[in-house]
Each structure stands twice: as C-alpha cells, then as structure tokens.
C-alpha cells in the first residue's frame, strides 16, 4: 500500500530564511506526487505536482520540489519566505486514474518576523 | 477558475441526528471526494466516486455513506452522528486522471 511520511510535525523560520519540507513516499511504480497548501480556515491548493519527466518542479508562490527516486524522497523548497507562507503543508502520492491519493499528516509552517 | 462548494462552513448537530454535508463543483470533473481532517492525523479518505451513482470506500468509511445522483453534487451522509465524527470535512473533485484535486474550504461539523 501507498504512503507518505512528513517527519517534521512543526517548522517555525525566519522571514527572508530558506524553507525545506521533507517528504518521503512508499509507492511500488512510478507515483504521482504533489504538495499541496492550507491557509488558516481555507481547503487545500495545489502548489506543484510530478509525474515525469525533470524530477525538479516548479510551483507557485516561488515554491520548487524535487523528486528523488533513490531515496524516495520529494522535498519542497523555497529559497526566501515570506511571512504569507505561514500555513500547514501536505505531501501526497498517488497513481492518478481510479486509484485514490494518499495524504501525509502535515507540516505547520510558522514565519517569525 | 474552479469552484468547488460545500454547503456549510461550520455545523453544529447532536448525537444521533442525520447528517448530510453537500458539495457541489462547477467543472463538470468526473471524480469527487471526501475526506475527514484531524491534528496530526492529516486528510483521510472517506468516500470517493469516478462517475455519477458510483462509488468507493476509502480507507475510513464505517459510519458514513454517500450519493452521487448529479455529476456536480456529492453528498456525504451521517446516518446517525457520534461525537468521534467531529471533524474537519474537506470535499475534493478531479478529473478523470486525477493530475488535481481541487479542494471546497471545508466544513467543521460538532457532534454534541
């Protein structure tokens, strides 16, 4: 069965510092792996996903994330938050088709000034 | 831009009560979802449906059911509420290839 580990329950940075978020899946083929974002009281956005291809994405907000199969690993990156980045991040993996996504359990992000 | 909607934002029941919770999407996506949010638990697959009438268990499905009558509309269905069913409720839809889901802002249903 599928599944994704998010180590990091609660990352607290500094406005202006680097961000990564760690993500490590369990898949036996090639997964589809996103990140997604949840503001305060808001749903869920994606902000960048992998299928193929160049296994370093590019998402909104500045975000990037890179797909690394030899340690089944797709960290998300931003090289300078901002305090609006505070929000908790979810990882996800999944086959696309009929087959469902499977969600990590989140990173609460805090940006102090 | 996508729309996804769900009937409340916040919903307060007692024990024992039916509850439905809507949701309703406006671009004609094939695949919808629900799942539940808890701390530390992250999103749980409740119910999934890849086509109107049809549908699937997801990994939490005891105590819910759901109906897909209309493309755009998935309801989820509380026969009979309890307290451990308070929650975060977040409905998704997708495309067939599931390359997205785009989420509605939730519901967060107390069960008293």
């Known amino acids: 069965a599928q599944s994704v580990t998010q180590p990091d329950i609660h990352i607290t940075v500094s406005e202006g510092a680097s961000l990564e978020l760690r993500c490590n899946y369990s898949?036996?083929?090639?997964?589809?792996l996103f990140w997604y974002v949840q503001s305060p009281g808001q749903g869920l956005q994606l902000l960048l996903k992998?299928?193929?291809?160049?296994?370093l994405v590019q998402g909104i907000k500045g975000f990037e994330a890179e797909f690394k199969r030899s340690q089944s690993s797709f960290n998300l990156r931003k090289p300078s938050v901002h305090w609006s980045d505070a929000a908790e991040y979810f990882c996800?993996?999944?086959?696309?088709?009929?087959?469902?996504?499977?969600f990590g359990t989140g990173t609460k992000l805090q940006v102090i000034p | 831009d996508v729309k996804v909607t769900q009937s409340s934002r916040y919903l307060v029941k007692r024990t024992g009560e039916k509850v439905f919770l809507e949701c309703v999407q406006d671009?004609?996506?094939?695949?919808m979802f629900w799942y539940r949010q808890d701390p530390g638990l992250g999103l749980r697959l409740i119910y999934f449906s890849y086509d109107v009438k049809m549908k699937e268990k997801g990994d939490i499905p005891e105590g819910y059911s759901v109906s897909r009558e209309k493309k755009e509309r998935f309801s989820l269905i509380l026969e009979s509420a309890s307290t451990n069913q308070t929650s975060m409720y977040l409905c998704?839809?997708?495309?067939?290839?599931?390359?997205?889901?785009?989420f509605g802002p939730g519901t967060r249903l107390l069960v008293l």
């Open positions: 992998y299928f193929s291809g160049d296994t």
């Open positions: 998704a839809s997708s495309t067939r290839y599931q390359e997205t889901q785009y």
């Open positions: 898949y036996g083929a090639t997964p589809y």
């Open positions: 671009m004609d996506h094939e695949n």
């Open positions: 996800a993996v999944g086959s696309g088709g009929y087959q469902k996504v499977t």
